[in-house]
Every structure is written in structure tokens, then in C-alpha cells.
């Protein structure tokens, strides 16, 4: 009895902890394999280039708990980086407009996805795959196909500064987080995003306002992508219709591996925060052991089915 009882506190452990100790187990690999990995500016590195991915993984997280889906982040992000940039011209319009035109367009993409999918019973797949392929086509259609380039000193600051040492996009991408945790744990509107990825008929029935927490949660997605969509583009300084592109697999893969149940109901930004480090400390590991791009895509698809597998086993 006392051998089942630890292997249940065992499965227990690995279940709530194996995430973190896998990302300790990674870091240590990569260190022994290389020790430069772990050099203070290469670790700033990894944090600057996770900090896009791990924006829209934030807001993936709320998504995915109510057990939808999103795969229009990527065109989303290109089509709020276009239309922030074409403002961000040095000596034509204040800095906060072109940032405020950013965040409308991925707030109205978001919200549109929300009405679509919350009021007219839509599949949250169709209708992102469909608004996937309508942002980017905007974009190419606002952009000409080009990237806009010539941006202003204080829009390339956002994504190339750094205040007390460290990267802004690393600082927004903190504070994004800090809001999530907020939000998901500490307010009525997370619990409800829970109660409706749990049951959403219960949660109807129980007087949840359903269409508009499911509007809300997609309007939030879009918003986060509009901030990568800036973030990029500032880093890059430039606003190209391409950029983003598999952005969203990447910001899924991110919430699965961090624990996020594609069912619905389970999940913490926590848990999506090491599982986006995960992607960005793998990515940057393997470019420095010089592993060809290819083998890259091949290990994240299998960490991706190991993660969704090990979610499928813990509800079983």
C-alpha cells in the first residue's frame, strides 16, 4: 500500500511540478552542452526574443481555457504592426497615436472573432482560420505587399530599449503577465472564464453572461496580438505584412506544453510563461549548437503531441 501511496504522491508531483523541473532539466542540458548558453547577455537574449511569443501566449491562455482556439495572432499581429508603423514616421504624428491605432485594429479583429464565435455559435477554428486569412490580406492590401520602413526613434525604442538594464519588451511582457495572473486569479471575470471552459452550459444556466466574457476573451486576444504586433515591428523597425507568420502554432504550442488543457477549464499563466521560456531557451539553444532548422520544427512537433498527450492522460 505504502508503494502506491508514493507512486500517487509521485504522479501527483510530476503533474503539478514536471513543466517546471523540465525546464530546469533543459537549461542544464544546454548549459553542459554549451556553457556560453548561460552567459547573463545570452539569457537577456533569450528573454528579449521569448518576450513576442510569450504576449500572445498570455492571451492564448485565456482563449484556450474557455476551450477555444485562435490561429489568427500571427496574421493579427502583421496587420496592427502595418498600421502602427505607417504613423510612426519621424515628425508626423504623436507616438501615442500610432501605438493607440495598433491596439483598436487587434481589438477590432478580436472583437469580431468574439461576435462571430459567442453570438452567432460559430467554431472558433473557422472563424480565426477564416479572419487568419482576411488580416493578412488586409495587410498586404494597406502595405502594398512592402514593408514600412523610416519609423521614428521613440516607436524603435519600444522594441530596442532598455530601462535599469533590461529590454523593454521583456518589461511589457512582465507586466502583461502580472496582469494575466491578476485577472485569471483575482477577479470575477477569471473565474468566469474558467466556469466556462469547465461547462459552458452550466455556467449559462448558472446566470454567466457567456457571449459577452467569450466577446471579452477574444477582444483581450486580439489586443495582446496588436502589442506583439507593435513590439516586433519596433524591435525590427520595420511594419511588414509577413512578419507573424506561425506565430500562432508557436503561441499555442507555448500554453500546451505549459499545462493549459485544450479542453477547456485548466490552465494558469504560470504554467505558460515557462512553456513559452521553454520554446525561446530550446530555439536559442539549438542555434547555438548549430542543430539545422529543420530538426528544430521536428523536436518542437513532438514536444507539442508529448504535451497534448500528457494533458489527454491527466484527464483520464
Known amino acids: 500500500m505504502s508503494e502506491i501511496s508514493n507512486w500517487k504522491k509521485a504522479d501527483t508531483f510530476f503533474s503539478k511540478y514536471g513543466i517546471y523541473c ?9 548549459t553542459i552542452a554549451f556553457p556560453p548558453f548561460i552567459k547573463p547577455s545570452n539569457i537577456v ?38 498600421a502602427a508603423t505607417s504613423l510612426a514616421h519621424p515628425g508626423e504624428y504623436p507616438l501615442i497615436l500610432s501605438l493607440l491605432i495598433g491596439l483598436l485594429v487587434g481589438c477590432a479583429c478580436g472583437a469580431l472573432n468574439g461576435v462571430l464565435i459567442a453570438k452567432k455559435r460559430l467554431a ?15 495587410a498586404l492590401v494597406y502595405s502594398s505587399g512592402r514593408p514600412i520602413i523610416n519609423l521614428s526613434d521613440s516607436y524603435n525604442q519600444i522594441g530596442g530599449g532598455y530601462l535599469a538594464g533590461i529590454p523593454v519588451p521583456v ?4 507586466v502583461i503577465v502580472l496582469s494575466g495572473v491578476f485577472v485569471l486569479r483575482y477577479t470575477r471575470f477569471g473565474r468566469y472564464v474558467y466556469a466556462i471552459g469547465g461547462n459552458e452550459l452550466a455556467a449559462r444556466v448558472s446566470g454567466i453572461n457567456t457571449t459577452r466574457i467569450l466577446i471579452w476573451t477574444y477582444v483581450i486576444m ?24 506561425g506565430y500562432e502554432l508557436d503561441a499555442i ?19 505558460t510563461v515557462v512553456g513559452a521560456l521553454i520554446m525561446g531557451v530550446m530555439d536559442n539553444g539549438l542555434d547555438m549548437l548549430n542543430v539545422s532548422s529543420y530538426w528544430q520544427q521536428v523536436v518542437k512537433g513532438a514536444i507539442i503531441v508529448l504535451a497534448v498527450l500528457l494533458d489527454k492522460r491527466s484527464r483520464n
Open 253 to 271: 504550442a507555448a500554453v500546451v506544453i505549459g499545462g493549459t488543457s485544450l479542453f477547456g477549464g485548466v490552465g494558469s499563466i504560470s504554467g
Open 124 to 138: 472558433p477554428f473557422i472563424v480565426t482560420l477564416a479572419m487568419m486569412s482576411v488580416a493578412r490580406g488586409v
Open 22 to 30: 523540465a525546464f530546469l532539466i533543459l537549461v542544464g542540458a544546454l
Open 171 to 174: 518589461i511589457i511582457f512582465l
Open 222 to 245: 486580439g489586443a495582446l496580438a496588436g502589442v506583439a504586433g507593435i513590439v516586433l515591428s519596433s524591435r525590427v523597425m520595420s511594419g511588414s505584412p509577413a512578419m507573424g507568420e
Open 45 to 82: 537574449n533569450v528573454l528579449r526574443q521569448t518576450a513576442v511569443n510569450g504576449i500572445l501566449a498570455v492571451g492564448m491562455t485565456f482563449v484556450i481555457i474557455t476551450a477555444g482556439i485562435d490561429l489568427s495572432v500571427g496574421s493579427v499581429l502583421a496587420l496592427s504592426a502595418v
